[in-house]
């Protein structure tokens, strides 16, 4: 006896997760901020993080590889340079900003 398929559905994510911007998700990702910092101010720890010349340096090389010229493009590409920082790097920056 066969069952029925059953569709495959995306995994639902939960509605609170959603409503936090991604630049939010992105520094309490890498420990630059506290999951509870509103999100006004993890906004502005945001620019200053990409305001930092390490990781403008870091984002170029991204950019330049991916050609991103988009908007959203600068978030991922943020994340992407923070991603390819080391701890050592990390701490320095959040003590930078």
Same mark, same amino acid.
């Given at each position: 006896m066969?069952h029925?398929?059953?569709?495959?559905?995306?995994?639902?994510?939960?509605p609170?997760?959603?409503a936090v911007?991604s630049y939010?998700?992105?520094?309490?990702?890498?420990?630059?901020i506290?999951?509870? &910092?509103?999100i006004?101010? $993890?906004?502005?720890?945001?620019?200053?993080?990409?305001?930092d010349? +390490?990781?403008q @340096? #870091? *984002?170029?090389k991204?950019?330049?590889?991916?050609?991103?010229?988009?908007?959203?493009? &600068?978030?991922?590409?943020? $994340?992407?340079?923070?991603?390819?920082?080391?701890?050592?790097?990390? +701490?320095?920056l @959040? #003590? *930078?900003?």
């Amino acid at each position: 006896m066969k069952h029925p398929k059953q569709s495959k559905r995306a995994p639902q994510t939960h509605p609170s997760v959603l409503a936090v911007p991604s630049y939010h998700r992105i520094l309490v990702k890498h420990g630059l901020i506290e999951k509870t &910092l509103s999100i006004p101010d $993890a906004y502005k720890v945001f620019l200053k993080v990409g305001a930092d010349p +390490e990781v403008q @340096k #870091l *984002r170029r090389k991204v950019e330049r590889g991916n050609k991103m010229k988009h908007v959203p493009a &600068l978030y991922l590409a943020t $994340a992407m340079a923070l991603q390819g920082m080391t701890k050592r790097e990390l +701490e320095a920056l @959040k #003590l *930078r900003i």
